[in-house]
């Protein structure tokens, strides 16, 4: 899944490699278009829509590279089941001022 947006002065790309059940690769490059405000953190929630008493989990990003765009990457097994899911990003800049969005997809 790959999911392109520019909104709220910030551009972002998220890509989860492969849709399926098990290991997957995760990352979100993030940049302000803002000047003299940048990207302080970055967080990625995965929530499955299909049964909602499961908890959100929290995908813990281990790796940083500093350049024009911010990028956090990290590989693991967060998409456990088939089904809906609903991929929560959340992004804070240099003034803490925290901005949401959400997208739906569909692991196989």
Do not use: C
């Amino acid at each position: 899944m790959e999911w392109e947006s520019q909104e709220q002065n910030l551009e972002f790309t998220t890509l989860i490699s492969p849709r399926t059940p098990g290991y997957n690769h995760f990352k979100v490059t993030a940049n302000s278009l803002e000047e003299d405000i940048e990207i302080k953190r970055v967080e990625l929630f995965l929530i499955y829509k299909d049964n909602l008493e499961i908890e959100p989990i929290q995908v813990p990003f281990s790796e940083i590279q500093q350049s024009k765009n911010v990028q956090f990457k990290i590989n693991g097994s967060y998409l456990a089941i088939e089904g809906n899911w609903t991929l929560q990003l959340r992004i804070v800049d240099s003034e803490d001022n925290e901005k949401v969005f959400q997208k739906d997809f569909i692991v196989y």
